[in-house]
Structure formats: structure tokens, C-alpha cells
């Protein structure tokens, strides 16, 4: 998965904690991007990062917030967990934000109890 | 990409034969294409991708038609083999907006049978 590794693979959690998934790449791409990926809907970006500490809100970026501190790591924080944050996430990686494929990672299975 | 509710249609092809997804696409503005593959429990995998300024474009075993005058994408697959198997799914993207605005569809299963 072009160097790209995702962490935890698989996690419960009860609502209401506080919960953090990490995207780490070794392919030095500035762009890196957090997705959610559930039934019914196609990929929805929750939030990106153009650079180290620059990031911004994607389409469903509500109870989520990221960091980004290093070039090769990408992290997503729920404050909170809720029920309805219970999906399948995905990290991507990209070297330009101009039409250019994407690259994810394996996927982290989170289910809020 | 196309709207499809929770069930995703499914493409069942014998092996060795060719298959065919579509995807219809929502803007006729997009001027960029990516078909994924993914299998179950990965992620979504690149397979090709297509700008506006073209109909067609191949790749290994796999060749992709656009079609913007009807906003439709289509994936052919040469000689099916069983590790095609997965959901397939297209992503658009319009023009000026870059890789924040990528409009995901849902997919197709694709079966290969035996």
C-alpha cells in the first residue's frame, strides 16, 4: 500500500472517549488526507494536510480533528467517540493536490459501542 | 460517481472472459478520473485514471472509455482471472478544485466465476 501504514487495524471503544488513529508514510508526499468509508456512501474526506502543521477541514470534519507534526505522520483524533463515528478510515497520500491519484492505506475498522 | 443505496450491484463473470463496470459520473465539468480497486478488508487500490482530454486510455489488461457527452465512465477488464474479485469504484474531480474535492462513487462487486 505505497508505504503507508495505518494504526490501530482494528479497535472498540465505548462512546464518549477519546480516540486516536495514526497514518504513518515513507514516501515523503506533502499531501496526506483522512477518509471515512461506510455503506451506502463513496469515500468522504474528513480532514487533509498540505504540510507539516497545515491542515483543514474536509466534507464531514464534525467531532474530528488532526495533527500533523512530522512529514511521515498523520494523525486523526475523535474527542469523543460516538456511535455514529463507527466506519472504516483511511489514510491517503498524494506528492500534489492538482488531478493526482491517491494512495491510501490499509484502513482502520472502528467500532464505538 | 453513482448513487446506489446499501446493497452495491454486483458484476459476475466467468473467468477468462472480459468484464465491463460503468460509473456514472455526477458533473459534467470533471475533468479527472481514478478507478479503484479494492478488496475486502483493504483499502482502495489505484488502477487507472483518465483526464477529460481523452476517451480512452489502457493499461495492463485493463482499458478505460469516457464518454462526457452521456457523463459516463466505464472499466473494461481483459481475461477476468479470480484476484479480480473486489468492489471497483470511480472518483471524479472538477476542474480548479484538486484532490480535496474528490467525489467518491460507491462501487461495483465484481464476482469471478470459476
Known amino acids: 500500500d505505497a508505504g503507508i501504514t495505518q494504526s490501530p487495524r482494528h479497535k472498540v471503544t465505548e462512546t464518549g472517549t477519546p480516540v486516536t488513529l495514526r497514518c504513518h508514510q515513507t514516501?515523503?508526499?506533502?499531501?496526506m488526507y483522512w477518509y471515512r468509508q461506510d455503506p451506502g456512501h463513496g469515500l468522504r474526506l474528513i480532514h487533509y494536510?498540505?504540510?507539516?502543521?497545515?491542515?483543514d477541514k474536509g466534507e464531514v470534519s464534525d467531532g474530528y480533528s488532526v495533527s500533523r507534526s512530522k512529514t511521515e505522520d498523520f494523525l486523526l483524533t475523535l474527542e469523543s467517540a460516538t456511535s455514529s463515528q463507527t466506519s472504516v478510515y483511511f489514510c491517503?497520500?498524494?506528492?500534489?493536490?492538482?488531478?493526482?491519484?491517491?494512495?491510501f492505506g490499509s484502513g482502520t475498522q472502528l467500532s464505538v459501542l | 460517481g453513482e448513487s446506489v443505496g446499501l446493497h452495491l450491484p454486483t458484476l459476475s463473470v466467468q473467468e477468462g472472459d472480459n468484464s465491463i463496470i460503468n460509473c456514472a459520473y455526477s458533473n459534467s465539468a470533471s475533468d479527472y478520473f481514478i478507478w479503484y480497486k479494492q478488496e475486502s478488508g483493504k483499502g482502495p487500490q489505484f488502477i487507472i485514471d483518465i483526464r477529460s482530454n481523452m476517451d480512452k486510455r489502457q493499461g495492463q489488461r485493463v482499458t478505460v472509455l469516457l464518454n462526457k457527452t452521456v457523463k459516463h465512465l466505464s472499466l473494461q477488464i481483459a481475461a477476468t482471472q479470480p484476484g479480480d474479485s473486489a468492489v471497483y469504484f470511480c472518483a471524479e474531480s472538477l476542474p480548479g478544485s484538486g484532490t480535496y474535492k474528490y467525489i467518491f462513487g460507491t462501487g461495483t462487486r465484481l464476482k469471478v466465476l470459476a
Open positions: 514516501e515523503n508526499h506533502r499531501y
Open positions: 491517503a497520500i498524494s506528492e500534489s493536490q492538482r488531478n493526482e491519484k491517491l494512495f
Open positions: 494536510s498540505y504540510g507539516v502543521k497545515d491542515t
